[in-house]
C-alpha cells in the first residue's frame, strides 16, 4: 500500500494531466456530433474485432459437435433418398415405414477413430457397434466413395477391412456401360487400386469414373470408387488396370455404414435356389 501511495504522489502532477485530458476528451465527444460519431465509429470497430475473434475461437470449439450434426444429417437425407416410393408422407413414417415405402438402405453415422493404411490388410476402427445395429459384412462409405466393409463387431466399436486389403474384392462397373470388374489391391500405393477381370471389349480410357456394380448385398450399384489412372494391354486382355481412388484413405473421419435390409431375403432365396 505504501509503495502504491508513494507512486501516486511521485506522479501527481501527471496524473492529473491526464485526468484532465480524459476529461477534456470526453467533453469534446460529447458536445459535437462529429466527434461522437468517430468515436462510436472507431469503438465498433475495435469492439467489433474483439467479438469477431471470441466468436471465431466459440466456433472452432464447437466445430466437432457441427460435423457431428451435419454427418447425422447427410444420413437422414440419404436413407431418404433410398426410399424406393417418393410419395410424400410424414417424417416419422419415412423413417419407420418400411413395408409400405419399402427402403431398401438404412445409414448409420459413425466416426473412424483408428485407421491403419501402410500395411498389408488394413483396417479402420469405428465408434458405432451391435448395440447401434451394425452387423459384419455392411459396405463402409463417406460422401467421397467406398471406404471398406465392416468385419469384427463389439458392443460399441467395429473394425472396417478397408479397401487397402490384398485379400479383398469387390465388384465394381464403368459408371458409362454395364461392363463388370473386380476392384483389388497389389500393396503399392494407398491412392491407387486395381481393376481386374474387366472383358477387352470394354472400351475404357484415362479418366474414366469407376463405380460399385450393386451385383452383392454389401454396396448399392453407382457408389463412387475412383477414375482410370493408366492401364496395359496384353494377349487381347487388359491388365494393370490402375484406379485412382476418390478417397484419400490416409485421412478419413466421419463415415456412414450401409445396411442392405434385403440381404436375408436375397441370400435365403439364392441358397434354396442352389439347393
Known amino acids: 500500500m505504501q ?35 468517430k468515436f462510436v465509429n472507431s469503438s465498433n470497430f475495435i469492439t467489433g ?4 475473434k471470441i466468436n471465431n475461437f466459440k466456433e472452432f470449439i464447437l466445430l466437432k459437435n457441427e460435423n457431428k450434426r451435419l454427418s447425422e444429417e447427410n444420413i437422414y437425407l440419404k436413407n431418404l433418398i433410398y426410399l424406393q416410393n417418393k410419395t ?20 448409420t453415422s459413425a466416426k473412424t477413430i483408428n485407421n491403419e ?9 469405428i465408434n458405432k457397434g451391435s448395440n447401434h445395429g451394425i452387423e459384419p459384412d455392411l459396405g463402409v462409405v463417406n460422401s467421397k466413395g467406398i471406404i471398406g466393409i465392416t ?27 454395364n461392363y463388370f470388374g473386380s476392384l483389388s489391391w497389389d500393396n503399392k500405393d494407398y491412392k491407387t487400386v486395381q481393376l481386374l477381370y474387366l472383358p477387352i471389349q470394354a472400351s475404357i480410357k484415362i479418366g474414366d469414373t469407376i463405380v460399385t456394380g ?13 477414375t482410370i489412372k493408366d492401364f496395359k494391354t496384353k494377349n487381347n486382355n487388359y491388365e494393370n488396370i490402375n484406379i485412382t481412388l476418390f478417397n484419400d484413405m490416409s485421412a478419413i473421419s466421419y463415415v456412414q ?13 439364392e441358397e434354396n435356389t442352389s439347393k
Open 151 to 177: 468385419r469384427s463387431i463389439s458392443n460399441n466399436y467395429t473394425t472396417v477391412l478397408s479397401v487397402l486389403n490384398v485379400n479383398y474384392q469387390i465388384n465394381v462397373k464403368l459408371s458409362s456401360n
Open 257 to 269: 455404414i450401409i445396411d442392405n435390409l434385403d440381404k436375408l431375403e436375397i441370400k435365403t432365396l
Open 214 to 226: 450393386g451385383k452383392s448385398t454389401i454396396f448399392p450399384e453407382g457408389i463412387p470408387v475412383g
Open 117 to 125: 493404411f501402410r500395411k498389408n490388410n488394413n483396417y479402420l476402427t
Open 49 to 52: 474485432g474483439i467479438y469477431n
Open 3 to 37: 509503495q502504491i501511495l508513494s507512486f501516486f504522489f511521485k506522479n501527481k502532477y501527471f496524473l492529473t494531466f491526464l485526468s484532465l485530458q480524459f476529461i477534456a476528451l470526453f467533453f469534446t465527444i460529447q458536445s459535437h456530433s462529429y466527434h461522437k460519431s
Open 88 to 107: 410424400t408422407v410424414s417424417i416419422d413414417s419415412l423413417i419407420t415405414d418400411t413395408l409400405n415405402f419399402h427402403q431398401k438402405y438404412r445409414f
